[in-house]
């Protein structure tokens, strides 16, 4: 296992984890909505965003190897000077349960921590297959009253907002 920073050239790999993550976890929903919503949120112009922002030292994001190919990755950052938001996490199917986005979780938690976060959130699909479950076990807490509207609305408010103190 190998761990390292986000590279321009890791792009398309990023997009194949996360449709195949979402086409996996979101089941209840139309695949090919959902690919053309990760194309739209994995784009090369929303990726290079997230490099500058990388390279800035404003974010984090950590890919996750094994024999030199990509398996997940995790997309951290600060809102403000003391909140964070962990924007992007995600694991080739096979390697969920693995301890490996726990790994990817502390790297995210300890880049926020040297920015002085105390506290960050995140937004999971209460439909999500393992989702919502690994953020409790990692001690984060639902916040309901900040739960928001998915992207197909009819729906009703899907996405659990989830907070943890660092």
């Not at 997009?15 to 090919?32: F, G, N, V």
């Not at 390279?55 to 403000?80: Q, R, T």
């Not at 001690?139 to 103190?165: A, M, N, S, T």
């Amino acid at each position: 296992m190998h761990f390292r920073t986000l590279r321009k050239k890791d792009f398309p790999r990023i997009r194949e984890i996360a449709t195949e993550s979402w086409i996996w976890s979101y089941d209840y929903l139309p695949a090919a909505e959902l690919t053309k919503l990760v194309s739209k949120y994995y784009s090369d112009k929303s990726l290079e965003k997230s490099f500058e922002n990388v390279k800035a030292g404003k974010d984090c994001f950590v890919v996750a190897e094994i024999n030199k190919k990509s398996i997940g990755f995790i997309h951290a950052g600060m809102k403000g000077t003391k909140k964070g938001e962990l924007y992007r996490f995600y694991l080739e199917i096979d390697y969920i349960g693995k301890g490996i986005g726990k790994q990817l979780l502390q790297r995210a938690e300890k880049f926020l921590k040297s920015k002085g976060c105390k506290k960050y959130f995140t937004f999971a699909n209460k439909h999500g297959k393992r989702a919502p479950e690994f953020y409790m076990w990692n001690g984060f807490q639902r916040v309901p009253e900040k739960d928001e509207y998915d992207e197909f609305k009819k729906y009703g408010k899907v996405l659990w907002c989830l907070e943890k103190e660092l």
